[in-house]
């Protein structure tokens, strides 16, 4: 991988670095709305890597994350460079059309191995003991528990939820306080299952638009299903403006 990068490969990583570090500045500075664009990020960093290779989508990320340090600060670059690694493992998977099943499993894995890390290093940087970590995650569990059980009240499950959910819930927390360092992962990768997916069919569709070969996602069956609702919502809408035009023109 190491090698001589050729000025249309600098050029273009170049370019898209600079799109990504436009991206992150505009996160910073916008009140609202920075979590589509930080999907972005990954996006751009994936098309790098479809463009020119891994070795230039690395050489990009380290020009933006230079760039990132020197007018925002080094502490912006944390969460930028776990969002560009990211999408240069899509890139770098999506190129070698890797099954969608063991991309997923990698991505909620190592993502929550990332948040994980960083929990234990904020931990230790705020000089927050353990203990204390978990009576925070206790006090967030009671929060949780409380308005349960006023929405179960509202909704009129109230007997259901405290004679057979709530006692399996109190079992599963006991264990999880218990084993809070297992416990907490598990329900970081769990919890990774639906921001990951959604990236991955976002950038998935994006790079798709733009013109790149890659596996569909969802492919199979369910692709071939919902082309095909597709094309009749397509037909649903030509055929209810042709009626609303005939009905103008009359």
């Given at each position: ?10 050029a273009?990583?170049a370019l ?8 992150q500045?505009l ?5 609202v709305?920075t979590g589509p664009?930080r999907?972005l990020i990954?996006?751009?960093?994936a ?8 070795y230039?989508g690395i ?7 230079f760039v990132v340090?020197?007018?925002l600060?080094p502490q912006?670059?944390i ?9 240069l493992?899509l890139g ?6 890797l ?7 990698l ?11 960083f929990?234990f ?5 705020a ?33 259901l939820?405290?004679?057979?959910i709530?006692?399996q819930?109190?079992?599963l ?5 218990t ?5 907490y992962?598990l ?8 921001p ?10 994006l790079?798709?638009?733009?013109g790149y070969?890659?596996r ?10 919902l082309?095909r ?5 397509i ?5 209810r ?10």
């Amino acid at each position: 991988m190491l090698r001589r990068l050729q000025p249309i490969e600098i050029a273009g990583g170049a370019l898209l670095a600079d799109i990504a570090v436009v991206i992150q500045f505009l996160t910073v500075y916008l009140p609202v709305g920075t979590g589509p664009l930080r999907a972005l990020i990954f996006v751009v960093f994936a098309i790098v890597v479809l463009r020119r290779g891994l070795y230039a989508g690395i050489m990009a990320m380290c020009v933006a994350l230079f760039v990132v340090a020197i007018v925002l600060g080094p502490q912006f670059t944390i969460l930028m460079s776990v969002e560009a690694t990211a999408g240069l493992f899509l890139g770098f998977t999506m190129k070698h059309r890797l099954r969608h099943s063991l991309l997923l499993l990698l991505g909620f894995t190592f993502g929550a191995l990332a948040i994980y890390c960083f929990t234990f290093i904020a931990l230790l940087a705020a000089g927050t003991s353990f203990a204390d970590f978990v009576q925070f995650l206790r006090q967030v569990y009671q929060g949780a528990i409380a308005a349960i059980n006023v929405i179960a009240i509202k909704a009129g499950l109230g007997g259901l939820w405290k004679q057979t959910i709530f006692p399996q819930v109190t079992q599963l927390a006991g264990w999880g306080f218990t084993n809070w360092w297992l416990a907490y992962y598990l329900a970081l990768w769990f919890g990774m299952a639906t921001p990951i997916t959604a990236i991955y069919t976002a950038t998935n569709f994006l790079v798709r638009l733009l013109g790149y070969d890659v596996r569909p996602f969802p492919d199979g069956r369910l692709n071939k299903l919902l082309q095909r609702v597709k094309r009749r919502l397509i037909r649903a809408s030509v055929k209810r403006r042709l009626i609303r035009k005939q009905g103008v023109n009359v």
